[in-house]
């Protein structure tokens, strides 16, 4: 059974503050994603990484950054949080095309 | 561009009627195109790919290319169907990103 997990389930930040969000999956897969869902957006990319220390931006990059040093750990960065930023954060892997999501971040900044 | 579009935000069906979730795409080759399904509390999950040509809960989704059209059907709704459908395409690439519609939401009325 696969699984990806995401270290929170809910974070409150302060603005300016820099935010760490961490994923971790165990199956060895080679693709992990970034995502935020909002109400009417759907699910935006923001980032995936197709190897380690390879990234590729997504539709909204500005204002995160990603850190993949092992493979199982994809790491979202914002590094200055702002309120525009509240948003549910998901994570997943792929293998090979099928896409296995964490259970998600609610992120909220004040 | 690639691009994934819901045209709808709610479709809300009695029991038992049929259901037609409606997804377009713009991609410059060929894609493989998913629906994924987010039920009450639960993670985001496969629900079928085209490739596969299989029925999953009774939905079935054809991939037609000359409309660019991957449209999820289902003849006779049901309660538990009542979720959050996201139509999702990727490249055959195996380092490829996976984008997402903006979602729509199935109500089953009883």
């Known amino acids: 059974d696969v699984k990806v997990t995401q270290s929170s389930r809910y974070l409150v930040k302060r603005t300016g503050e820099k935010v760490f969000l961490e994923c971790v999956q165990d199956?060895?897969?080679?693709?992990m994603f970034w995502y935020r869902q909002d109400p009417g957006l759907g699910l935006r990319l923001i980032y995936f990484?197709?190897?380690?220390?390879?990234?590729e931006k997504g539709d909204i990059p500005e204002g995160y950054s990603v850190s993949r040093e092992k493979k199982e750990r994809f790491s979202l960065i914002l590094e200055s949080a702002s309120t525009n930023q509240t948003s549910m954060y998901l994570c997943?892997?792929?293998?090979?095309?099928?896409?296995?999501f964490g259970q998600g971040t609610r992120l909220t900044v004040v | 561009a690639q691009r994934v579009t819901q045209p709808e935000k709610l479709l809300s069906v009695f029991k038992g009627a049929p259901v037609e979730l409606k997804c377009n795409y713009s991609?410059?080759?060929?894609?493989?195109l998913f629906w994924y399904v987010q039920y009450s509390r639960q993670r985001l999950q496969l629900l079928l790919r085209h490739i596969s040509r299989e029925s999953i809960k009774g939905f079935t989704a054809d991939l037609n290319k000359g409309e660019t059209s991957f449209h999820l059907k289902k003849p006779f709704a049901q309660e538990e169907d009542s979720a959050m459908y996201y139509c999702a395409l990727k490249g055959y690439s195996s380092a490829s990103k996976i984008i997402f519609g903006s979602g729509t939401r199935l109500s089953i009325r009883p």
């Open positions: 991609y410059s080759g060929s894609p493989e």
């Open positions: 997943a892997s792929s293998h090979p095309t099928e896409a296995f």
């Open positions: 990484s197709y190897d380690v220390k390879m990234k």
């Open positions: 199956m060895d897969h080679e693709n």
